[in-house]
C-alpha cells in the first residue's frame, strides 16, 4: 500500500509545467513512445514486486509449516540439539534478512524513470486546451456530441477517420492476442469535457468560414469551373525549369490561386520536419494594437523558421520556389514550417499588414507581404483545408503540392479578398511550410500597376 500511495504521489507530482503540448501533432508522437516505455517500466517493476512477493511466500509456507510442529512439544523440539540451534540462526540472521526483503523497495527504478521523463509531461493546460479543441471541432464540423465523445468519426469510407478508436482498438486486440495477452476494451462512458464556453465571437464570416471547412457553401460553379486549366509551368522560362517544367493546376480564377505539383519530394519533406521539430514553439500573431507577438487561442499551431544555413535542403527549395514564382526570395521571410495540433486552425486572417499597423514588417526592412507559397507536406485525413470566406474556395492539403497566391494588388495595395483560414484538423497530422515573399527587389519582376487593384 505504501508504495502505491508513493507511485500515485509520482504520478500526480508529474504534472510539470511543459505547456502546449497539444498543439503539435508532431512533438506528441513523443509523448506515445514515452509513455510505451513507462508501461515496461510499470511492468518491470510489477514483476519485481511479483518476485518479492513469492519469496516472502515462500518463507511463509516453510516457517508456518515448522511452528506448527515446533509449539506442539517445545521441551522435546528444542531436546534435540540441532533445533535448538536453528532456532537461535533462524532468529539471529534469517528473520533479519527477510526484514531486508521485506524493506526492498522494487519502485526505485520506476520512480527514476518516472523522473526523467516527467519534465516532457502535459500540464493541466494541455488537457484544456486539447478538451476546448474537441469542443471547437464539434462546432465546426457539426459532430454528435454522444457519437464523438466516444471517439466515433463521421466519415464512413474512411477506415481511420470513421472509427478512429474502434480501428486502433482492434489493432491492439489483435497484437495482443498474437502475444497471448488478454484485452479488456475502454470503456464506452463518454469524454467529460466539463463546461466550455466559445469565446466571444470576433469574426463576421464564422458561419461561411465554419461551412467551408465542411465542404459547404462552395462557389466553385460551372461557369467557374470552366475558366480553371492546368498546365506545363517553367517559370518565365527558368533555366532550371525548362527541361523539366513543373505541373501547375488553376484552384481559383480571381483572385487567381494556382496549385504546384510534386514540390516536395518524401525525402525532402522528412528532412524538413526533422530540422523543425526540435525548434517547434507555439505559433504567434501580432497584437494589432500594441504590435507585440503573442498566442492566441484562434491560432492553435507549433511553427519553426528554417534558413539556406540549416541544410541543403533548405537552399534547394527557397531555390525552387524562386525559380517558379519568378520573384526574389533574398528580401523573403525564413521557411516556416508549421505543424498543426489537436484540433488545429488559423482563423481567417490576412498574410498582409493593412493600413492600420503600418509597422508590422518594418523590422524586417523589406515591405509588405506581396505574396504566399504555401507547402503542403502531409495529407490530412479529415479537416486542415485552407478557405477563402470571401468567395467561397476550400483548397484540400496535398503531400508534396503547394499553392501560391499574390497578396497584394500590383499597386501595393492589398487584396482583401485573399482573408483566408487554416480549418481545424479532425483527424491527422498537418504540416506545411510557408514562404512569405516581400515587396522589396520585385520592381522588375512584378512591376507596379497603373491602376490601383491591376
Excluded at 457539426?142 to 468519426?153: N, P, R, T, V, Y
Excluded at 523558421?305 to 525564413?334: C, F, H, K, S, Y
Aim: net charge negative.
Amino acid at each position: 500500500m505504501k508504495c502505491l500511495v508513493f507511485i500515485s504521489w509520482v504520478l500526480v507530482s508529474c504534472l510539470r509545467t511543459h505547456a502546449e503540448v497539444f498543439t503539435s501533432i508532431g512533438q506528441m508522437t513523443d509523448l506515445l513512445y514515452t509513455e510505451k516505455e513507462l508501461v515496461q517500466s510499470l511492468r518491470d517493476y510489477i514483476k519485481a514486486e511479483e518476485s518479492k512477493l513469492a519469496a516472502v511466500k515462500s518463507w511463509a509456507n516453510k516457517l508456518d509449516a515448522l511452528t506448527r510442529v515446533s509449539t506442539s512439544d517445545p521441551e522435546g523440539y528444542l531436546a534435540h540439539p540441532v533445533n535448538a540451534y536453528k532456532l537461535m540462526k533462524r532468529l539471529n540472521t534469517e528473520w533479519s534478512e527477510l526484514e531486508s526483503l521485506v524493506l526492498q523497495n522494487p519502485s526505485d527504478g520506476f520512480i527514476s524513470n518516472m523522473s526523467v521523463h516527467r519534465q516532457y509531461f502535459p500540464d493541466e493546460e494541455d488537457q484544456t486546451g486539447a478538451a476546448k479543441a474537441l469542443m471547437r471541432l464539434q462546432d465546426t464540423y457539426h459532430l454528435d456530441s454522444e457519437a464523438f465523445s466516444k471517439g466515433m468519426l463521421p466519415d464512413p469510407n474512411h477506415q481511420r477517420a470513421g472509427g478512429n478508436l474502434r480501428y486502433f482498438e482492434q489493432l491492439l486486440m489483435k497484437q495482443l492476442k498474437e502475444s497471448n495477452q488478454d484485452y479488456q476494451p475502454p470503456s464506452e462512458e463518454p469524454i467529460q469535457l466539463g463546461t466550455y464556453t466559445r469565446p466571444k465571437d470576433h469574426l463576421p464570416e464564422r458561419e461561411t468560414y465554419e461551412a467551408l471547412c465542411r465542404g459547404e457553401g462552395l462557389q466553385l460553379t460551372e461557369a467557374r469551373r470552366s475558366r480553371l486549366f492546368c498546365r506545363y509551368h517553367d517559370g518565365k522560362r527558368s533555366p532550371r525549369l525548362l527541361l523539366k517544367p513543373i505541373k501547375e493546376e488553376d484552384e481559383w480564377d480571381s483572385p487567381h490561386i494556382v496549385r504546384y505539383l510534386n514540390i516536395l519530394s518524401d525525402q525532402e519533406i522528412e528532412k524538413i520536419k526533422e530540422l523543425a521539430k526540435p525548434r517547434l514553439a507555439r505559433a504567434t500573431v501580432r497584437d494589432p494594437k500594441t504590435g507585440v507577438l503573442t498566442t492566441a487561442p484562434y491560432r492553435v499551431s507549433k511553427s519553426a523558421w528554417l534558413e539556406g544555413e540549416d541544410d541543403p535542403v533548405i537552399d534547394r527549395v527557397n531555390q525552387r520556389i524562386q525559380d517558379i514564382t519568378g520573384l526574389t526570395v533574398e528580401t523573403a521571410e525564413l521557411l516556416q514550417v508549421a505543424n498543426y495540433g489537436v484540433g488545429g486552425q488559423y482563423e481567417p486572417h490576412f498574410d498582409f499588414s493593412r493600413k492600420d499597423e503600418p509597422d508590422a514588417f518594418k523590422r524586417l526592412g523589406t515591405g509588405n507581404r506581396m505574396a504566399t507559397f504555401l507547402n503542403y507536406m502531409s495529407d490530412v485525413e479529415a479537416g486542415g483545408a485552407t478557405v477563402f470566406p470571401d468567395f467561397g474556395a476550400s483548397i484540400w492539403p496535398r503531400k508534396g503540392t503547394a499553392v501560391f497566391w499574390y497578396n497584394l494588388f500590383r499597386s501595393g495595395e492589398g487584396d482583401y479578398r485573399t482573408r483566408h483560414a487554416a480549418c481545424p484538423v479532425l483527424v491527422g497530422s498537418k504540416w506545411v511550410s510557408n514562404k512569405w515573399i516581400h515587396e522589396r527587389g520585385q520592381e522588375f519582376r512584378r512591376p507596379c500597376g497603373l491602376t490601383e487593384v491591376d
